[in-house]
């Protein structure tokens, strides 16, 4: 019982210091711009086209369970409408980050694990390289840079996916929907929908390198830290 209680209370530390010590390292150490650049690349081509076929039906089901109610009390008119206040404040946010915990969180504590099994991190240290500085950092950043604008991307399909189904379904027009549009959403909707991005990217990067450096000296270990990962990162993004 005393080693399970000692590892609950460990984990959150070591995340903690994670972050404080990456956060200390963004502004007191030479930028990687190169390993940024492919991080950011690489959860651009493997999350772009999932966010966007996912945000689609996001959008087509809230509104279509909004329709629903809001003809049931006879203002049908702003069933479209009402739909994207959900959609750009809660389901795009939410769908971009759980696309990206699960393709890109998983990807970066593989990698990191893979790395740790080749001794390639401990090859760094032995050369005076830190991975907080060569790994963790640039990944973080990559995050912190593509999760808004892939929010952005799903604010723009999930709509279009509620404006389908209220078309469709419930037979509000798009030169009715789009004026509706205006009268219910404004700017601050979509900025409390985008705020919650770096908080989402944060949580996925540093789950995802925190598990990938726990990884011990088989290929096992990396596939249950990429697991854990995944649902860590999922869990929590959630939550917040």
């Known amino acids: 019982m005393a080693v399970s209680a000692a590892s609950v209370v460990r984990g959150p530390g070591e995340i903690a210091a994670m972050v404080v010590d990456g956060t200390r390292r963004i502004f007191t150490t030479r930028f ?14 493997v999350t772009l086209m999932p966010t966007i ?4 039906p996001f959008g087509a089901v809230i509104s279509l369970q909004v329709g629903n109610l809001t003809g049931q009390l006879g203002a049908q008119s702003f069933a479209g409408a009402t739909a994207v206040l959900a959609v750009v404040r809660e389901a795009a946010p939410i769908a971009a980050a759980l696309i990206i915990a699960g393709a890109a969180g998983s990807a970066i504590c593989s990698d990191l694990g893979a790395r740790k099994i080749r001794e390639e991190i401990d090859a760094m240290r032995t050369l ?4 907080i500085d060569v790994l963790v950092v640039p990944r973080t950043l990559a995050l912190l840079i593509m999760l808004p604008v892939l929010g952005f991307i799903s604010n723009i399909t999930g709509l279009v996916g509620g404006a389908l189904m209220a078309w469709v379904d419930l037979g509000v027009s798009p030169g009715m929907f789009v004026p509706r549009l205006y009268e219910t959403t404004g700017v601050w909707h979509l900025i409390v929908g985008m705020v919650k991005a770096p908080f989402f990217a944060v949580v996925i990067a540093v789950v995802g390198c925190w598990q990938g450096m726990l990884v011990g000296g088989s290929a096992e270990s990396v596939g249950q830290r990429t697991t854990r990962a995944v649902v860590e990162a999922i869990f929590l993004v959630i939550v917040f």
Do not use: K, Y
Not at 128 to 131: N, S
């Open 128 to 131: 005076g390289l830190d991975p």
């Open 32 to 45: 990687q711009v190169r390993e940024f650049i492919e991080q950011a690349w690489f959860i651009t081509s």
């Open 53 to 56: 076929l996912v945000s689609i």
